[in-house]
């Protein structure tokens, strides 16, 4: 009797939860079909869109680049004798370049241009010969005069092109980035000089070529310097060649070459 | 005085058309402005008094021209009113002759109006203007081809100058802010040229690289090498009386220095799309200082740098001491050490791998 009254009451709790869930399933079917989409759509998810990926990857591949050249072509290998004793960091500076040309100005075109650079100074080392040196015998000490220092190198690190005018018609861009590089590096050097590069090397000169005697020859030296030119001779890079068919005039303003 | 009120007014009276207005005004001030004309401008007073009597004839032949325009406008309101044509009088205030008799004698018929001999010359004053400054300049030209072809070529460069000027650069730049300087001990002892032609750098990129483009480069540079003395201390220097020679031991050479004189771009690849260019030869100068620093190690230019710093530094201590000199050189780890110079910094947005390939930064 227990049993039988057990086993309706699990049949009446088993009926009521199956009914419970049908009513359920019932009122809430578009929920469940979207769970149910979802939820297939979630499982395949990772692999559709890595076969998009793959897809998209094959029609249209991440930029790459190749650059091809050939050996390099050895033009001169001289010898030389600069004993360097200064760098300044690379320092940066932006230079904006602007031409103005043809009838009522209608040429017109610029760019900004980011420039990088070092300036290096020390001194003509082929140009210490014996005569530079002397000897103090009354204070048992070498002398040694070598020239005043100047500016050795000048270098552009980084030189980048960027906002080109609105224009018409063909440009001379890389006109504008020569006319850049040519200012940038008068720049830097009156920069450095500000700063007192030459003064520096000067120092640094003076300390190594004194180190370098001494632990030569174990007597004390002293480090003279000729007097400064008024004019320094400039290194080729620090003095670069006018962009081909332009001129400065004596203000420092550009003009076509007659 | 009259005429030139008169002359005013019509300017500024809305019968007569913008197109008449401003003919008037661009080709007399043309007139004036240029310095060939019947008179050139250069044989003062002369030059400047026959413009002024040519702005006289202008503002009598636009005066003629405009009163036709408003006999015109005058005709097509009277054919709205059945031929009868009337003008107020009062509102235009112009007291010139030939406007004056235009407006006194209506009412008129449309017939009357056509048959006005008046009409006809309208055109014709216009046209008779244009034809003389035309034939002016041609004069003028005559006079200085006459008086010296110097005078000529004077005006025509002053003409083309005013036109055409010359070129002009402006450039502006920013302050720098120099970090610092930084004490460096090195004795550069060789200087080589190298050059690089044919640099192909081509970027793939797009929709089946419907984006990509290409462009050769020659690339010129200088490298320099050298040796640090700044390391040398008194454990380097040894010293043999019976032979009388100094020996001085150095680190090895190391390229000092990279940089790229010039660089061309040439060849570019035609393309539809918007192309960097100058990603080209960025790409194309990072290549070109890597490879001409690996080049230059290997044509040997670390030991010609050996070879002439002995020659310095032994010409150096001989001329110090009088002895002898030898210079011994450390060996290297293997590889060349290099300064950034050689060491460019890669293109914005861009890096390169391991392998050397090129792709984009993250």
């Avoid at chain 1, 650079?117 to 000897?135: C, H, L, N, P, W």
């Avoid at chain 2, 220095?257 to 194309?284: K, M, N, V």
Wanted: with cysteine; glycine share 6%; charged share 20%.
């Amino acid at each position: 009797m227990n049993d039988g009254r057990r086993r309706n009451d699990t049949v009446k709790f088993s009926d009521g939860v199956v009914d419970w869930f049908a009513d359920f399933a019932n009122k809430n079917v578009k929920s469940i079909v979207t769970l149910i989409t979802v939820a297939i759509i979630i499982n395949f998810l990772t692999p559709i869109t890595t076969s998009i990926s793959n897809l998209m990857d094959r029609l249209a591949p991440p930029a790459t680049v190749d650059v091809v050249s050939e050996q390099a072509i050895i033009s001169s290998l001289r010898g030389i004798g600069k004993l360097v004793t200064v760098t300044s960091d690379p320092h940066a500076r932006k230079v904006f370049v602007s031409i103005s040309e043809g009838i009522f100005d209608s040429g017109y075109y610029s760019a900004n241009h980011e420039v990088a650079g070092i300036v290096e100074a020390g001194v003509d080392f082929t140009k210490v010969k014996s005569s530079s040196f002397r000897y103090d015998t009354a204070n048992d000490a070498y002398i040694l005069i070598i020239p005043a220092p100047e500016l050795t190198n000048c270098i552009i690190v980084k030189l980048k092109q960027t906002e080109h005018s609105l224009h018409l018609g063909l440009r001379d861009w890389e006109l504008l980035e020569e006319l850049a590089r040519h200012e940038a590096i008068g720049l830097f050097m009156a920069d450095v000089k500000e700063i007192g590069i030459l003064d520096k090397a000067e120092e640094e000169t003076e300390l190594l070529l004194g180190e370098f005697v001494r632990n030569l020859i174990d007597k004390p030296v002293d480090v003279i310097f000729e007097e400064q030119k008024s004019e320094p001779d400039l290194p080729d890079t620090c003095d670069p060649k006018l962009p081909f068919g332009w001129e400065k005039d004596e203000s420092g303003a550009w003009r076509r070459a007659s | 005085m009259r005429r030139l009120n008169d002359f005013a007014v019509l300017m500024l009276d809305k019968r007569v058309s913008w197109a008449s207005k401003l003919f008037f005004i661009i080709v007399v001030g043309a007139y004036i402005v240029l310095p060939i004309d019947l008179i050139p401008d250069i044989f003062l007073p002369f030059g400047i008094v026959d413009d002024g009597g040519v702005v006289m004839v202008a503002i009598a032949m636009f005066m003629r021209h405009v009163s036709g325009q408003i006999e015109r406008q005058a005709i097509v309101s009277g054919a709205e009113n059945n031929n009868i044509v009337t003008t107020d009088v009062e509102s235009s205030m112009v007291t010139s002759d030939v406007v004056r008799d235009l407006l006194t004698d209506y009412p008129k018929t449309q017939q009357d109006i056509h048959n006005t001999p008046r009409a006809s010359r309208n055109n014709f004053s216009c046209l008779a203007l244009l034809a003389f400054l035309i034939v002016s300049p041609c004069i003028g030209i005559a006079i200085l081809t006459l008086s010296g072809s110097a005078a000529l070529s004077g005006m025509l460069s002053s003409v083309m100058n005013f036109i055409d000027p010359p070129a002009a650069v402006n450039i502006v730049s920013s302050r720098t802010i120099v970090h610092s300087l930084q004490g460096l001990g090195q004795l550069v002892t060789v200087s080589s040229e190298v050059a690089k032609a044919d640099i192909q750098v081509s970027v793939n990129e797009g929709f089946l690289n419907a984006g990509s483009y290409s462009a050769k480069h020659v690339a010129v540079g200088v490298i320099e090498a050298g040796i640090d003395i700044s390391t040398t201390n008194k454990d380097h220097v040894s010293y043999d009386s019976t032979t009388n020679t100094y020996t001085l031991r150095l680190p090895p050479p190391n390229i000092t220095s990279c940089r790229i004189e010039h660089i061309d771009q040439y060849g570019g690849s035609l393309t539809l799309l918007p192309a960097d260019w100058d990603l080209l030869r960025q790409l194309a100068q990072h290549d070109a200082i890597v490879q001409f620093a690996q080049d230059m190690i290997e044509n040997g230019i670390l030991e010609r740098a050996k070879e002439e710093a002995t020659l310095r530094l032994g010409d150096f201590i001989r001329a110090l001491t009088g002895s002898q000199a030898h210079i011994e050189y450390e060996e290297g780890d293997g590889e060349a050490k290099l300064p950034p110079s050689c060491q460019p910094n890669p293109p914005a947005g861009w890096k390169k791998g391991e392998d050397g390939a090129w792709s984009r930064a993250d």
